[in-house]
Structures are given as structure tokens and as C-alpha cells.
């Protein structure tokens, strides 16, 4: 079984502000993926970064970094700066591989933690 | 390059209905997979279709099912509405081949009464 446990419900911060999301999953799965996506209060969900579970290097991308540590089995988000634009609902999601050749496996998201950036 | 697309964009429907939403890949996409958001929840996957047939599903009644067409767009329809049936319900698309983001569509907010 798949879960992702987003702690933090409600995040608020004043702008230019870091802020950093926390994600924990669980899989038995050796091979997997692991996502961010942002949901603004149009409720479509954004596309934020893919990691997949063999490469633990961490990313950046302009304000926005992602650390991966498997010994913790955690992905957690920093914005760093904050700005009005980035308060949305953020989701992390996982996708472990399974015994077919599909790549696309059923994404299992966390809670989701709302992000309120105070002007 | 037109995203995924979704109608209608609301609903609302009496309990015991019966209801279809739709859902138009984004261009290129062969794989269509459904999900439903209830309010302050993440989305939980309903099912998966790739050539015009359900490849994995998720933790849901028969009640739901679906449909892909040859163009790849799908359907999902919803027996015996119930009032916990009132989610969001969003479509996401990917390539069948190798691993690859899912895009999500503007969902359809379904309630039901």
C-alpha cells in the first residue's frame, strides 16, 4: 500500500518569507515517483516537479527547491522569497512502479497543506 | 496547444441520478485517468484508460464507470447518485510510455442534493 502524509494543513507566512512543505510517503516499492503539485483556487492542479526514487540529488528552480531524502522517506518544498502568487493548496503525490511495463502508474496524494503568503 | 479539457464545468444533480462528465486530453496524450477531490481532501484516484479500455482502478463502487473514445477523449459516468458523490472531479492525461507527468484538466464540480 501507497500513502503520503502531509502534516501541515494550514501555512501561513508573511511575503518574502521562506517556507518549507514536509512530505512523508510509504511504499514497498523500490522503483517510484514522487510529485509536487500547486492548486490555486481555480482548482486546477499545476505540475511543480517529478523525482523519481534513484536519484536523490536535490533540485532548484528559481525560488522554489526540493529536498529528497530516502533514509527519511521524505520530498519536502521550499519557497524561498514568498510571494502573494504562490498561496495555493500544494500536493504531494506517489506513483510506484508495478509488475506492468506502464510508466503511469494511479498518483496517491497527500492531504495537501494551504499556503496563505501575508502582503 | 490546447490542455485538458473538461465539461461541464458544474453540476448539480438530485440523489439517485444518474450523471456523465467529459473529459478531451491534452493533445498528443493517449491515457486518461479520473480522480475525485471531496472538499479539503486530495484527489483519490477513480480509474485509467488506455486504448479505449479501464487499466487500473482505484478504491471505488461500480457505480462509477467509464469510457475512452478511438480519439482518446473519455467519459465518466455515475450511477445511483449519492450525496457523498459531491467532489470535484478531475481528468488528468499522460503518455502511456515511460514515466511522465500528469496533466490535469479545470475539473467538473459535481454536487449532488
Known amino acids: 500500500a501507497q500513502k503520503v502524509t502531509q502534516a501541515q494543513t494550514e501555512i501561513s507566512v508573511v511575503e518574502k518569507e521562506d517556507v518549507t512543505l514536509d512530505c512523508v510517503y510509504e511504499?514497498?516499492?523500490?522503483?517510484?515517483?514522487l510529485f509536487w503539485y500547486k492548486q490555486p483556487p481555480s482548482g486546477e492542479l499545476v505540475f511543480l516537479i517529478r523525482?523519481?526514487?534513484?536519484?536523490?540529488q536535490n533540485e532548484i528552480s528559481g525560488r522554489y527547491s526540493w529536498n529528497f531524502q530516502k533514509s527519511t522517506s521524505s520530498f519536502n518544498f521550499t519557497i524561498t522569497a514568498s510571494q502573494v502568487v504562490d498561496s495555493a493548496v500544494y500536493f504531494c503525490?506517489?506513483?510506484?512502479?508495478?509488475?506492468?511495463?506502464?510508466?503511469?502508474?494511479?498518483?496517491?496524494f497527500g492531504t495537501g497543506t494551504r499556503l496563505t503568503i501575508i502582503p | 496547444d490546447a490542455g485538458v479539457t473538461q465539461s461541464p464545468t458544474h453540476l448539480i444533480k438530485t440523489r439517485g441520478q444518474q450523471v456523465t462528465l467529459r473529459c478531451s486530453p491534452k493533445?498528443?496524450?493517449?491515457?486518461v485517468s479520473w480522480y475525485q477531490q471531496a472538499l479539503g481532501q486530495g484527489p483519490q484516484f477513480i480509474f485509467q484508460?488506455?486504448?479505449?479500455?479501464?487499466?487500473q482502478r482505484g478504491n471505488f463502487p461500480d457505480r462509477f464507470s467509464g469510457h475512452q473514445f478511438p480519439n482518446y477523449s473519455s467519459e465518466l459516468n455515475v450511477n445511483a447518485l449519492l450525496l457523498g458523490d459531491s467532489a470535484l472531479y478531475l481528468c488528468?492525461?499522460?503518455?502511456?510510455?515511460?514515466?511522465?507527468?500528469?496533466?490535469f484538466g479545470p475539473g467538473t464540480r459535481l454536487t449532488v442534493t
Open positions: 488528468a492525461s499522460s503518455l502511456s510510455r515511460g514515466i511522465y507527468e500528469q496533466y
Open positions: 511504499t514497498r516499492d523500490t522503483t517510484y515517483y
Open positions: 523525482r523519481n526514487s534513484f536519484d536523490e
Open positions: 503525490a506517489l506513483s510506484a512502479s508495478s509488475i506492468s511495463n506502464f510508466g503511469n502508474e494511479k498518483l496517491t
Open positions: 493533445s498528443g496524450h493517449d491515457t
Open positions: 484508460y488506455y486504448e479505449e479500455e479501464e487499466r
